[in-house]
């Protein structure tokens, strides 16, 4: 009787390690499984939140004006493998100088029928209240490409080599109830460059072009902080927070200053301006799901079939249309 008592206390010792935080795991371990198991997930949905808090300081030499420049919205995600589609819906406020402005934008990836990306994205216009409808069709990209688990280029042990150097929390993370592994890791420019000369080794072509380097000289203090919370029991990541707080902006300030030091009044005077970062972040919950349905709303396809949907040629046409 004891003998059986120690075997299951054993069995259930080695069971609660399975589905529990275990101590002797690393970061690369942890980053193993959990891409393993994203691999392997068909669908899942996604909340997202973002938050953005900037002040501008705007001096004429005399006295120095606040612009505050504040933000926050959320988006709902849900992305299918089999069958394949996407579904994103939101929106986000922004407010300067206490002008409050709404982005109401939804978006549908579905398959085209030479096994494509066809994209239908919505916009509206918070003043007017009115909305329209942009339509693009990409072929160059095959969705079965995207479904191969081996197309993936970045093994967790390459990581490092790519410049992020992620660190696993000595002790388990709570996110939203769930018992987690929290995996962490800093972006900073040396880190960008360094992801960029990997890319230029893998692709063959050059990346680092004078643009490039151009805005990589005002990342002098970028810093973007990544959280990974990493369900225990199933090693699905079910959290992540994003924040770019911690960024010096000297080099950017300093871009700034330059700029304005030309814009000398008639009278001597000068304007400067410092652009001062309060909060900037993203943050999502992620759930697995057997399947997702998207679908296309009728008022999508008859926008596009009566000619009223803006039509682009290109993914990048179609972001410049967004974002006008």
């Known amino acids: 009787m004891k003998k059986k008592l120690v075997l299951t206390l054993a069995t259930l010792g080695a069971a609660s390690m399975l589905c529990g935080f275990d101590n002797t795991q690393t970061a690369e371990s942890v980053l193993s499984q959990m891409q393993e198991v994203s691999n392997n997930v068909n669908a899942e949905t996604m909340t997202m939140d973002m938050n953005m808090d900037l002040a501008v300081n705007v001096s004429d030499g005399e006295t120095?004006?606040?612009?505050?420049?504040?933000?926050?919205?959320?988006?709902?995600?849900?992305?299918s493998i089999e069958p394949f589609g996407m579904q994103m819906e939101g929106s986000f406020d922004m407010n300067v100088l206490g002008q409050a402005q709404t982005?109401?934008?939804k978006m549908y990836m579905v398959p085209t029928e030479d096994g494509g990306i066809a994209s239908y994205v919505y916009t509206e216009d918070s003043a007017t209240g009115e909305g329209k409808w942009a339509y693009q069709a990409e072929d160059s990209v095959q969705i079965s490409s995207l479904k191969d688990p081996?197309?993936?280029?970045?093994?967790?042990?390459q990581f490092a080599e790519w410049g992020?150097?992620?660190?696993?929390?000595?002790?388990?993370?709570?996110?939203?109830?769930?018992?987690?592994y929290l995996l962490s890791a800093t972006v900073d420019k040396a880190a960008l460059e360094q992801m960029m000369t990997k890319a230029s080794e893998l692709t063959g072509e050059e990346i680092m072009t004078e643009d490039v380097t151009m805005v990589l000289s005002l990342l002098e203090g970028?810093?973007?902080n990544l959280e990974y919370y990493v369900d225990t029991a199933?090693?699905?990541?079910?959290?992540?927070?994003?924040?770019?707080?911690?960024?010096?902006?000297t080099s950017v300030n300093a871009m700034l200053a330059g700029i304005f030091a030309s814009a000398q009044s008639e009278d001597g005077s000068s304007t400067s301006i410092e652009l001062i970062l309060n909060d900037l972040s993203v943050n999502a919950s992620m759930t697995e799901a057997d399947s997702v349905t998207i679908t296309v709303p009728d008022e999508a396809l008859a926008a596009v079939e009566s000619g009223e949907a803006v039509t682009t040629d290109s993914l990048d046409d179609l972001m410049a249309e967004i974002e006008g």
């Open 164 to 180: 992020i150097d992620f660190a696993l929390a000595p002790e388990a993370a709570d996110f939203n109830g769930t018992e987690c």
């Open 103 to 105: 982005m109401t934008m």
């Open 222 to 224: 970028f810093k973007m």
């Open 64 to 79: 120095t004006t606040p612009v505050n420049v504040t933000g926050n919205g959320g988006f709902d995600i849900s992305a």
């Open 234 to 249: 199933t090693y699905f990541p079910v959290g992540m927070h994003i924040d770019f707080n911690g960024t010096d902006l």
């Open 150 to 157: 081996s197309a993936v280029t970045i093994t967790p042990d």
